[in-house]
């Protein structure tokens, strides 16, 4: 007999969580209260519910919660902040939605007095360290029920097996047969693994994209966008002021039209291996372009270097799961408080999968003074023979060092 009495588990109501939801029922024989977390994927999320209430769930133990304005005011935006990629490329939509996730799973088992948590994260993959290190950075003591590493159904057609055998709906089949892609959506991006991505000489399919459309498919006219910040976040488009949620739907519709964000990246997993996936971060893609921009102006050079020195530092922390850690917390401390002054507006062009700047200004906080950088007379407020002791300042260990090797 388990001395699990009731389990809360991160519930998509797809093949891989429908499966650990009858499994648990069967292995632990313990209560399941389901969490279906609205971060903005774009699926109707009412079928979760009517598969809960067929296994047998509980209404009041069904929980589906709208976190989109959440997830951007608190996570994405923050993140954004620092101009945070990973490994030079990826925009951490996936890692950057773990944190989330784990914090409500924890405050729904609070809630309903569950003394364990469950997810559906592979024993290969990063998702189980960043769901569990969030589990016990908010709750020490709790049961962690990891399904991947106990069961033996260790592939896309055992769980498929699975699935007709205890007739759970399977609504995402491929339609060339076997196994779907692993997916995950959320108002940040859309990632793609699994079938011939795992081959990373495979080109992906073209119908395997979602969100944009091929950048030789987006419209032969570029498009305007004018982008405003208060504070580093991004608070108006085109003038309009929007909700963090609204802001980053309405990137992500401009972005795809234009086909822009989309991403064939190999990265090197906390687990110790290479995975090869396909991202669509449309609005991320343009959230960092003109965050660089808008910052470019109003932030000390030295400051901006700073930044620059701590994002791969900062990026791998949020990419191996230590949101909810002391570290991560410091180093947002630092990130916001150079972004005080990150006030103003961009304009980019969006056109054929790519994201131009072609103006910025800030009428509060901008630094670029004209009357000094300009190529014409600057009346004196740039004295040039100046630079000459600095220069010289500059070289003197190298021609100290010089002399030394004649």
């Known amino acids: 007999m388990s001395d699990i009495n ?29 969490f279906t977390a609205d971060l903005g994927q774009g699926e109707e999320l009412e079928p979760a519910r009517q598969k809960a209430l067929q296994f047998g769930i509980k209404p009041e133990n069904i929980f589906i919660d709208d976190l989109r304005e959440e997830f951007v005011r608190d996570f994405v935006f923050p993140m954004f902040r620092a101009n945070t990629v990973y490994e030079g490329e990826y925009l951490l939509g996936t890692s950057i939605a773990r944190p989330l996730i784990a914090k409500r799973q924890i405050e729904i088992a609070n809630a309903t007095n569950a003394d364990a948590v469950s997810h559906g994260a592979t024993g290969k993959g990063n998702d189980q360290v960043r769901f569990e290190l969030g589990y016990y950075g908010l709750k020490p003591d709790v049961k962690v029920i990891a399904p991947w590493r106990e069961w033996d159904l260790l ?39 699994g079938r011939h991505l795992e081959n990373p000489s495979a080109e992906a399919e ?42 980053l739907t309405k990137l992500n519709e401009l972005g795809g039209k234009h086909g ?78 150079t972004q005080e002054t990150v006030n103003g507006w961009v304009r980019l062009k969006l056109y054929k999968g790519n994201v131009i700047v072609v ?15 300009t190529f014409d007379d600057d009346g004196g407020a740039y004295n040039q023979v100046d630079a000459g002791g600095f220069i010289k300042l500059n070289a003197l260990r190298m021609r100290i060092a010089g002399r030394l090797n004649k």
């Not at 969580?17 to 009858?22: A, N, R, Y």
């Not at 648990?24 to 209260?33: A, G, I, P, S, W």
């Not at 959230?287 to 270097?305: F, G, M, N, P, Y």
């Open 155 to 193: 592939s896309r057609e055992k769980l498929l097996a699975y699935a007709e055998k205890h007739n759970i709906p399977v609504d995402m089949k491929h339609k060339n047969g076997g196994a779907p892609y692993s997916m995950d959506a959320n108002l940040l991006h859309i990632s793609f693994e």
């Open 260 to 337: 822009i964000g989309r991403l064939d990246l190999v990265e090197n997993r906390y687990v110790g291996m290479k995975s090869r996936g396909c991202y669509e971060t449309p609005g991320g893609t343009i959230i960092l372009k003109a965050h660089r921009a808008i910052e470019s102006i109003t932030l000390d050079r030295e400051v901006a270097h700073l930044k620059d020195d701590l994002m791969p530092r900062y990026a791998s922390m949020i990419y191996n799961g230590f949101w909810w850690a002391p570290e991560r917390k410091v180093l947002q401390t630092l990130i916001d408080a």
């Open 206 to 247: 073209e119908t395997m994209w979602r969100w944009s459309v091929s950048p030789e498919n987006a419209p032969d006219a570029a498009e305007y966008l004018d982008v405003e910040f208060e504070k580093g976040d991004i608070v108006a488009l085109n003038g309009v002021r929007m909700s963090p949620a609204t802001v």
């Open 359 to 373: 103006s910025r200004d800030s009428k509060t906080n901008s630094l670029f003074d004209m009357n000094i950088a």
């Open 6 to 34: 009731k389990v809360v588990l991160a519930y998509s109501g797809g093949l891989d969580t429908s499966v650990i939801l009858k499994w648990l029922q069967d292995t632990y024989q313990c209560e399941v209260v389901t």
